[in-house]
């Protein structure tokens, strides 16, 4: 695809979008603003800050989710990172991370936007950028044995695990992941 149409269907998936709250609705103005003012919002190279895409990962049954120890962050947050001139939308960027991330192929992505975060740090790029992160939520298909997935951690992660919803690790990303487990589980359910 290209850098607008990236940037086109992210004006989309946020215009499309209804927030949960006054706070997540004024992020989404706020998105909004700068995706119109920068010609590569949703591009790594914006060293300003740009766009990134995450996915919250649910097993089959919603009682257990993927996440992963984030080499810069340091805590567990959800899977997610940059777009690629490659992604035709900010929901293929979203989804194309998570399975790169985890390993699981068959991921079923919900049908829009769950969340959004903004945050500093130093990324790639190897310079302090801000991150505008939109936060989708998928569904791991089930294993025939009912098993959790079978994961794979890339080179990204230092590591990678499957958490009962109501057990988190100590060093969970708070209150971030917990509010975005309560969105993503809320958003994928609806959908059944």
Sequence with gaps: MSTATLRESSRQALTGWNPPDPEQDSLRHTYLAFVDA???????????????????????????????????????IQLGGHCEESDDTIAD??????????????????????????????????????????RFAA????????????????????????????????NTELPGIPDLIRLGLAAVTAQD
């Excluded at 990134?52 to 567990?76: E, K, M």
């Excluded at 390993?103 to 919900?110: C, E, T």
């Design 38 to 76: 920068a010609p590569e919002a949703c591009l790594r190279a914006n060293v300003p800050g740009h766009l990134t895409a995450s996915t919250i990962v649910f097993d089959a049954t919603g009682t257990h989710v993927l996440l992963t120890l984030h080499p810069r962050v340091g805590r567990w």
């Design 93 to 134: 960027a979203a989804l194309r991370e998570a399975r790169e991330e985890s390993g699981i192929d068959d991921l079923a992505l919900g049908s829009g936007i769950v969340h959004l975060h903004t945050h500093p740090i130093t990324c790639s790029l190897g310079v302090p950028t801000r991150h505008l992160d939109v």
């Design 139 to 170: 569904v791991a298909q089930a294993s025939d044995d009912g098993a959790l997935p079978d994961i794979r951690r890339s080179d990204e992660s230092v590591d990678l695990a499957w958490w009962p919803i109501d057990d988190l690790p100590e």
